[in-house]
Nanobody
Framework: QGEFVESGGDLVQPGGSLRLSCTAS???????????LNWFRQAPGNQRELVAS???????NYIDSVKGRFTISRDNAKNTVYLQMNSLKVEDTAVYSC?????????????WGQGTQVTVSS
């Protein structure tokens, strides 16, 4: 608990933009450069879904519904992962959570942010 500090969620009109940030706290001792990083989202009544991911090597992947609109990036010097969201749609409304995963065999490390609410509405 408390490994990450998320920010950037807000109420925005359709077509608008937001940038989410997720920073590993100094107290956590987590060095994000060692982790594959993900953004998940969960809308009311829906299962949590993986939205975007970025590996330690910088390879990115996106679900089809956000391709061309969302960009995941990482700043290892700032111990932070970002999700830039453009051309937002009503269906993007959800709680967005960052996730960091790393395996040092046989131990698997899996950390979550507390979540930030994104609401897209006119």
């Amino acid at each position: 608990q408390g490994e990450f500090v998320e920010s950037g969620g807000d109420l925005v009109q359709p077509g608008g933009s937001l940038r989410l940030s997720c920073t590993a706290s100094a107290a956590s001792g987590i060095t994000l450069s060692l982790y594959d990083l993900n953004w998940f989202r969960q809308a009311p009544g829906n299962q949590r879904e993986l939205v975007a991911s970025i590996t330690t090597a910088g390879t990115t992947n996106y679900i089809d519904s956000v391709k061309g609109r969302f960009t995941i990036s990482r700043d290892n010097a700032k111990n932070t992962v970002y999700l830039q969201m453009n051309s937002l749609k009503v269906e993007d409304t959800a709680v967005y959570s960052c996730n960091a995963r790393h395996t040092i065999w046989p131990t698997h490390y899996n950390y979550w942010g507390q979540g930030t609410q994104v609401t897209v509405s006119s």
